[in-house]
């Protein structure tokens, strides 16, 4: 692929190199990631350098030959630490043209450029694959097949017409490449498919990544053409996983390709999201989008995932015997996986569609397309375009028929909802749980849940409410009497007055995405979990984390210290959240230790968080993302060090203290107090009673961030210890320094 990487020099180094200038046209291999000249890339021969093999050659005997050497690469920057000797490569500026590093492209070790490091006998040792050859099909799978030629004595035929025929078939049914996988139980294969268009140009940079770490060759790009080719290449593949990154049509366009395969058992499919309302994704726990997660730890998601079934439902049109109006008679699509609707939110849809295809430039972003959403939405809401819907439809459910409710509450939008989220993951069917009449929501009980919406509820839902419920069922029958807009798993429409008749269809294999302990694959032996996790915290400003380019170690040298929280092992992150003082309006922003996005720290989406335990993402250290500014601790003294340690000298006491559904172990020294949004700089040494008072307030303040509030509940839970110890705390509190995030 072609590159304008700036100071990114040819591979080839200046002896061999034919341009010598930086100027010059250059492309990028995504598989071994080494730069060369368009015009040096023959010059690579010469120096007896191939990219890392993906297949082997159908003449060999050895096809069963399972033995991968490395594939070495030399390398001017390389991140991490040596193999061998375990110190860190050191990087240069400039982009310097001396060759630090050895590394395999296979398994990503790397050695210093040394004879103490890298040892010539490992130039022939055989490749493990590294951490991923779980999901990494191996070259020796994948057999290069060559092009059938005629033979002399069909060539010494006299039938021509016969010999064409038999040739055309031949070619039609040969394909350059056939797969003899060997079966594991160790193994899960990953087939990758990539929608290039879906999320902006994410996709892009997505595609790139994963022909880094898997084999190219089981990494397809969807807007190539080739998914059906794919599928039947692996279709015998034992225990193949199908990664589909993009948005939900995408991984509607996979299923619909395995089920005209009939691929007998059907391969799970896991969901990367790159759309931009990725209901099914959120529904299966992999988010509301992608947010720059490391593809290392989404592969691992996907071979730990656990496999759930999701009802699919078949959508059969019949025309209406009515003169029939403007609109068409045929659906965008004939199967739905989550949702069909009518009415409001469908005629919103409609208008994205048809503007996006007018100008495709103008919608290349997840945000931008949910703004115009957005202004569609309010747009149609005050022409009330919808508001005669109940008018020209019937609906019947199983038997019952739905029309004169439907009428009776004038809804202006009619959903029939396969999965709990719906339209960028609100959850219009609810709680169930005060309603004996309906059963809990579920996307594997073959029942498809019915709803109707007014405009008040519809507005409602993005602050949690949900439409009116109306059945439960197995078969529809819709009847429209008019042309109204519909969508089919977000594909709009104007359809013409028809009936319409929904089945379920059958069941897909889903991989949802569940907890791990570690970010290490299974073939690797996971690390220990410890009891107790000490985690520094540490605050950063919004703006500083703009400005500094996502640079971690000058992020680190500015943020400001909290202080240190201890937490149990096994803790996921969303606990977690509960233990750092209860930072309302912050986002959570972590340091991993195994961070691999390449332009700013790895970020966690708080839906997500109950996902992720706290020892899969860090070790020791935790950043808080302050969206409103940084917080200025004034009067601190100046020999404070940057975290709460324990003081050489001084009275120490620990205390736990509960306060609605926070349980916290804090300690209190005698020299200070360091929390995260309060300063205590006491002049004498308080007793253990005094100091158990200063804590309990000190959480106060921590919660409800208003020292009136704080008074209050010191009036009336506190007071017979306040009547106690007045003097002493509340002269503490009012005749000290007391800073508080508010000022």
Request: proline residues 6%; aromatic residues 8%.
């Amino acid at each position: 692929m072609e590159t304008s990487c700036s100071g990114e020099l040819c591979y080839l180094g200046e002896d061999t190199c034919l341009l010598k200038t930086a100027s010059a046209p250059r492309r990028k291999c995504a598989a071994c990631k080494i730069v060369v000249h368009t015009g040096c890339i023959e010059q690579l021969e010469k120096i007896n350098f191939r990219c890392k093999p993906t297949f082997r050659e159908g003449g060999s005997r050895c096809l069963r030959d399972n033995i991968l050497r490395h594939h070495w690469v030399h390398r001017r920057r390389q991140e991490g630490k040596c193999r061998q000797c375990g110190k860190s490569f050191q990087q240069k500026f400039f982009h310097s043209k001396e060759i630090i590093a050895i590394s395999c492209s296979w398994c990503k070790q790397a050695f210093h450029n040394k004879v103490t490091c890298f040892m010539l006998h490992q130039i022939e040792e055989p490749c493990s694959l590294g951490a991923h050859a779980g999901v990494i099909v191996p070259p020796s799978w994948i057999i290069k097949v060559r092009k059938p030629q005629n033979s002399a004595r069909r060539k010494k035929r006299t039938s021509f017409k016969r010999r064409t025929s038999k040739k055309g078939l031949d070619e039609s049914k040969w394909r350059p490449f056939m797969l003899k996988p060997l079966p594991s139980p160790l193994m899960k294969p990953i087939l990758v498919f990539v929608n290039p268009k879906s999320g902006g140009n994410q996709g892009a940079k997505v595609l790139q990544m994963f022909m880094w770490i898997l084999n190219p060759r089981q990494v397809f790009d969807l807007s190539q053409g080739g998914l059906r080719e794919a599928l039947e290449l692996y279709r015998k593949v034992p225990n193949l996983r199908i990664l589909a990154c993009g948005g939900d049509g995408t991984v509607g366009w996979i299923l619909s390709a395995l089920d005209e395969l009939q691929m007998n058992p059907q391969p799970p499919v896991a969901v990367l999201p790159l759309g931009t309302g990725n209901d099914l994704a959120r529904t299966l726990n992999w988010g509301g989008g992608y947010t720059d997660e490391p593809v290392s730890k989404v592969l691992c998601h996907v071979e730990d995932g656990s496999v759930v079934q999701l009802d699919r439902w078949n959508l059969l049109v019949e025309k209406s015997a009515t003169q029939p109006e403007e609109g068409t008679q045929k659906l965008p699509l004939n199967v739905f996986n989550n949702y069909f609707s009518l009415g409001f939110d469908a005629h919103v849809t409609l208008e994205f569609h048809e503007s996006r295809e007018a100008n495709p430039e103008k919608f290349n972003s997840r945000f931008r397309n949910k703004m115009f959403y957005a202004g569609a939405a309010f747009s149609d809401f005050l022409q009330r375009s919808s508001r005669d819907l109940s008018k020209h439809v019937r609906v019947v459910c199983d038997g019952t028929d739905l029309t004169p409710k439907i009428q009776e509450l004038k809804f202006q939008c009619i959903v029939f909802l396969n999965i709990p989220r719906y339209c960028a993951g609100t959850m219009p069917w609810g709680n169930t749980g005060d309603h004996r009449d309906f059963e809990p929501q579920r996307h594997d009980d073959g029942c498809i849940e019915v709803i109707g919406f007014t405009m008040a509820s519809l507005a409602a839902l993005q602050v949690g409410g949900h439409g009116e419920r109306l059945h439960q069922c197995r078969e529809v029958v819709l009847t429209t009497f008019k042309t109204v807009p519909v969508q089919v798993d977000g594909e709009p429409c104007r359809l013409a007055p028809s009936t319409l008749r929904i089945s379920l269809r059958n069941q897909a294999n889903m991989v949802q995405k569940s907890k791990r302990r570690t970010s290490v694959p299974l073939l690797n032996d996971p690390h220990a979990v410890p009891d107790r996790l000490r985690l520094r915290v540490n605050r950063i400003s919004l703006q500083e984390y703009d400005r500094l380019q996502y640079d971690k170690e000058r992020l680190r040298d500015i943020s400001i210290p909290v202080g240190i929280v201890v937490v149990r092992g096994d803790c996921d992150l969303e606990t977690c959240r509960l233990y750092i003082d209860r930072l309302q309006e912050a986002s959570l922003l972590l340091y991993p230790h195994h961070s691999t996005s390449a332009d700013r720290f790895y970020r966690i989406d708080k839906a997500q968080e109950h996902l992720h335990f706290v020892t899969e993402i860090c070790q020791d250290e935790v950043f808080i993302l302050d969206h409103e500014g940084p917080v200025v601790n004034q009067g601190s003294c100046a020999g404070m060090p940057d975290l709460v340690v324990e003081p050489t000298a001084g009275y120490v006491s620990r205390h736990t203290a509960d306060i609605g559904d926070i349980h916290c172990e804090i300690k209190v020294f005698s020299t200070y107090i360091l929390t995260p949004s309060v300063i205590f700089l006491p002049s004498a040494p308080l007793t253990p009673e005094e100091q158990g008072i200063t804590q309990t307030l000190t959480l106060l303040l921590l919660r409800y961030k208003n020292v009136f509030v704080v008074i209050y509940h010191i009036l009336s839970v506190l007071k017979p210890k306040v009547e106690l110890w007045q003097k002493n705390i509340l002269l503490y509190f009012h005749g000290n320094r007391l800073h508080t995030g508010r000022g």
